[in-house]
């Protein structure tokens, strides 16, 4: 008999992390290779943990809501036989195959963990945790920081005076220019009658990739203003006989993205990615899409979207939606994104400046279509107006081939026709 360790997968490229939402197995459970173990929150999408191995569930090392890095051990599983694999032998694991002890838990720290504590200069034997058998959790270690900042702020507000004394009337001084930025921080607390709502692995993921991509993306943006007359008129004549036909929407959303493929196969600069030392030019048009359900937000990708049809396109939209909606998108559909597409347009916005999702160099803001009064051939006319804002990526990206880019997506649009666009 063997003990083998089961730790936490890549989910995807660029994922470092992921949350255990649920364990779908406990101590003592048998389970076959492949089967479902725990669901596990990453990269804006919930995926499935299977297991490595046929055997005997021993311990469930990662409590549920805690965050992993990747490669880091989740569990550990009773293996019959020898295998080719490289394994963890009872030798090297407790005496005896016993469980662990609440000290031998309580020093198994995660690499979060590790980085917190390494970051703020904590000692972890001094950290109460909470975890399984006493085990330090991430929960713990922000809960530590918190309180010492709460310490060290009442220790400078209470004496003051004693202080300068000691250390003369620059100390003051010293103490707010050398603090670190953790200590200087005045913590946000809630009021009576506010509503505290807890940090899930989602929310956590979306808000750690757009601090990644503020902090490291220096963004630029421009807007360019589109006459899509023609194509509302168009998409008027086609929707019902296509809603009967193929039993999903023909959406404005489709022509647009088709649009953007379009442009991105003359303007391959957009469909790039910084590298540090390099620029990455994608060959594949995968366009990236925001899917909102209720109070959650998706970014499945459609890939090869130049070599797709109106209505193949169209019909990506509603599968990749309906997943969405089901909480059935599987790490596969969120993959290998080259350029982001949102359509903010559906909420109503006429505006907006898009975060760009990392690590791609850009992101286009598609705004609701709006009837608006225009001045063709000296005269008034309504037509069907809309806004494109482009977030960029100034590292990659200049003005000049943005700007060129923009204006072929307007040309596109601006011509649509059932002689240049067809569905089918």
């Given amino acids: 008999m063997t003990l083998q360790r089961i730790n936490m997968p890549q989910l995807g490229e660029s994922v470092t992390e992921g949350t255990v939402s649920n364990w779908l197995v406990k101590v003592g459970d048998y389970v076959e290779k492949y089967d479902a173990i725990a669901e596990v929150m990453t990269d804006k999408v919930n995926a499935e943990v299977p297991s490595s191995y046929s055997g005997v569930i021993k311990d469930l090392i990662a409590d549920e809501g805690e965050t992993i890095e990747v490669g880091q051990l989740m569990c ?19 005496a005896k195959e016993e469980k662990l002890d609440s000290q031998n838990m309580k020093t198994r720290y995660s690499p979060v963990v590790m980085r917190l504590a390494q970051e703020h200069n904590i000692e972890l034997q001094t950290v109460n945790g909470t975890g399984k058998s006493g085990r330090i959790t991430r929960k713990d270690i922000e809960k530590y920081i918190n309180n010492q900042h709460h310490t060290n702020e009442a ?29 200087r921080r005045k913590p946000v607390k809630a009021k009576p009658g506010d509503r505290e709502i807890p940090v899930t ?17 220096p963004h630029a943006w421009m807007m360019i203003e589109v006459d899509v007359t023609n194509l509302v008129a168009y998409r008027n004549d086609e ?21 953007v493929a379009k442009a991105l196969k003359k303007f391959p600069e957009l469909n790039s990615c910084w590298a540090g030392d390099k620029i990455i030019q994608r060959n ?17 990708v459609i890939k090869n979207v130049d070599e797709k049809s109106i209505k193949g396109i169209a019909k990506e939209i509603a599968q990749l939606s309906k997943k969405a909606r089901t909480g059935t998108l599987a790490k596969e559909d969120m993959e290998d994104g080259t350029f982001t597409v949102n359509n903010t347009g559906s909420f109503g916005s006429v505006e907006s400046m898009g975060v760009i ?13 709006v009837k608006r009064p225009v001045i063709i051939d000296n005269m008034f006319a309504a037509r069907d107006m809309v806004n494109l804002c482009l977030s960029l990526d100034h590292r990659v990206l200049d003005g000049v081939i943005c700007g060129a ?20």
Avoid: C, W
Wanted: glycine share 2%; net charge negative.
């Fill in 201 to 217: 692995g989602l929310r956590r993921t979306i808000a750690q990739n757009m601090v990644r991509s503020k902090t490291e993306i």
């Fill in 76 to 94: 550990y599983i009773e293996v019959e036989g020898q295998l080719r694999e490289p394994v963890t032998t009872v030798s090297e694991t407790p």
């Fill in 357 to 369: 999702n990392y690590p791609q160099s850009a992101i286009l803001q598609v705004e609701s279509i």
């Fill in 284 to 300: 594949e048009i995968n366009l990236s899409i925001a899917v909102a359900h209720e109070h959650e937000l998706y970014v499945p």
């Fill in 155 to 183: 220790e400078i507000q209470e004496n003051p005076t004693e202080d300068m004394e000691q250390h003369g009337s620059d100390a003051v001084e010293e103490i707010e220019e050398f603090t670190p930025p953790i200590i």
């Fill in 239 to 259: 929707k019902n006989n296509f809603r009967e036909n193929e039993g999903y929407n023909l959406s404005y959303f489709a022509f647009f993205l088709n649009a």
């Fill in 405 to 424: 880019f923009m204006s072929h997506v307007k040309a596109i649009l601006e011509n649509i026709s059932s002689d240049t666009t067809p569905i089918y």
